[in-house]
């Protein structure tokens, strides 16, 4: 069962995403948004838990927040670098699938750090069991636990740490 205050965070978030979408706080505009994330909150609040857990402090805001400008960052660093790989004639990859440690416990910051590095070129999140994640890389620079874990998981996983319980 949800929480009401994970209820409340799914209400709003839909309702931004409503305003977003039609560009408009138009009190007719407004009041089907008002109606339709009511329903779907209403019906789905259980189907719908992405936000359960996440913390509603500032810290953990702002922790969101950086943890999507780094992912940013990840994925336009990563997208040149396989760029360079791919218009290189010899093709300098290293492929392998490492184990990388996963400190996280909370099962929606499992998930985003699995599908943050699955969307990130050059990283494929393969299996989550316990407290390993096993990544294909398409440029190993190391095929031991710690530097997987240090190179793949680490980065996004200070972030997805300050956000979840």
Do not use: C
């Amino acid at each position: 069962m949800t929480r009401p205050v994970d209820s409340l965070k799914l209400f709003v978030t839909l309702l931004v995403f409503w305003i977003l979408l039609n560009g408009s706080v138009a009190p007719g505009t407004l009041a089907v948004g008002l109606a339709v994330v009511a329903v779907i909150v209403f019906f789905f609040r259980d189907a719908l838990s992405v936000l359960s857990g996440h913390k509603l402090t500032l810290p953990a805001i702002w922790a969101s927040l950086r943890f999507v400008g780094y992912f940013l960052k990840e994925l336009v660093k990563a997208n040149l670098q396989l760029a360079a790989i791919v218009l290189n004639p010899r093709l300098p990859i290293e492929p392998a699938i490492v184990a990388a440690e996963v400190k996280l416990t909370h099962p929606v910051a499992r998930l985003l750090l699995a599908n943050a590095i699955t969307l990130t070129p050059g990283t494929l999140s393969v299996q989550l069991t316990g407290d390993t994640l096993y990544v294909h890389w398409v440029v190993a620079k190391g095929t031991d636990r710690e530097t997987a874990t240090r190179e793949i998981v680490a980065g996004f996983e200070r972030y997805l740490e300050a956000m979840y319980d």
